[in-house]
């Protein structure tokens, strides 16, 4: 029973790549358009905005059916993610500077000196 709901769990989890959310955005769209022509014009055909309504909400639920779960066709392309590098401690001490100042303040300090040596002449 656990497995079964693990199983249904991993459906609506909603781990899908990008491409399958392009695709399932397109799916949206296309079904909620064409369900919305379809039931216009049936709709318009039995001169009942009623009719139009529940074809438009039978639409509408079949395009959540389609599209909120995360089925397997929304995962067939996995993004390769880069590895995690943990940062060592001459990174940090790299990264941070000599003197617990940032590079880009270790690097703009001959640049300040020189903007203000032209300014005192």
Known sequence: MSAMLDQVKGYFEGKVDFQGQRLADRINQEVLVMGALLALFVGFAFSSLQVMMLIFAAISAVDF?????????????????????????ADEAKATGEQGKSVDEVEKEPLLAAAEGKKAR
């Open 65 to 89: 059916v389609l599209v909120v779960p995360a089925w397997p066709w929304y995962r067939r392309h996995q993004t390769k993610w880069l590895p995690n590098i943990p940062r060592s401690d």
